[in-house]
């Protein structure tokens, strides 16, 4: 079974730091995506950044970056330079290749984030 | 820039009645999702249509049932709401085209309240 884990409930990080949110997958398909979404507190879904199984070099986005490591099953969001309007709630999600599960998302229960001046 | 929009960001009913829940993108997207929120569980998939008229169950279908007629539409219905399904729902829309990796957009969602 497919399956995202994002172990830490809640993170704090002070303003103009880096903060890395941890995510690890599993999955037995070997084309995969991977995604990280922002929920601020508004409730919308904010889409990030993608990284691909075959991508060779990892994912970039202004601060936001993606540390894969395909062997450890992990795709890590590394967020540099802290701001305050980083503070949202932060998931990670999976799609694998399979016609039916291909097409929707698989989410982890999220990360919290709070940053503070 | 997609649009996804959802009929209502707060609702609140009573148990037992039929509720709809609404969900429209303006992209043409083929791909369409119902998730629920709740705290501590992250998002699960409730169903999905992959085009017109067509649907699949997700993780946690029971109690809802889905309509796909038009496109850029996708409602999702409780037949009789319990106090269980008070919840935050998602709806998301996706192009088909270019396989896996495309992202999904989503709507700004709807807090409903089932007393």
């Known amino acids: 079974a497919q399956k995202i884990t994002q172990t830490q409930p809640g993170m704090f990080v002070q303003e103009k730091e880096a903060v890395t949110l941890d995510c690890t997958y599993d999955t037995s398909d070997q084309s995969y995506g991977l995604f990280w979404y922002k929920q601020p507190s508004s409730g919308e879904m904010i889409f990030l950044i993608y990284q691909g199984s075959y991508d060779e070099q990892n994912a970039t986005e202004g601060r936001y970056s993606l540390n894969f490591q395909k062997a450890r099953k992990s795709a890590n969001l590394v967020i540099s330079a802290s701001q305050l309007g980083d503070s949202a709630m932060y998931f990670c999600?999976?799609?694998?290749?399979?016609?039916?599960?291909?097409?929707?998302?698989?989410f982890g229960k999220g990360t919290t984030l709070s940053v503070s001046s | 820039d997609v649009k996804v929009t959802q009929s209502s960001r707060y609702l609140v009913k009573r148990t037992g009645e039929k509720v709809f829940l609404e969900c429209v993108q303006d992209m043409d997207h083929e791909n369409m999702f119902w998730y629920r929120q709740d705290p501590g569980l992250g998002l699960r998939l409730i169903y999905f249509s992959y085009d017109v008229k067509m649907k699949e169950k997700g993780d946690i279908p029971e109690g809802y049932s889905v309509s796909r007629e038009k496109k850029e539409r996708f409602s999702l219905i409780l037949e009789s709401a319990s106090t269980n399904q008070t919840s935050m729902y998602l709806c998301a829309s996706r192009l088909l085209a270019g396989g896996i990796y495309n992202e999904q957009f989503f709507g700004p969602g709807t807090r409903l309240t089932v007393l």
């Open positions: 999600a999976m799609r694998a290749s399979g016609w039916q599960a291909g097409t929707a998302l698989i």
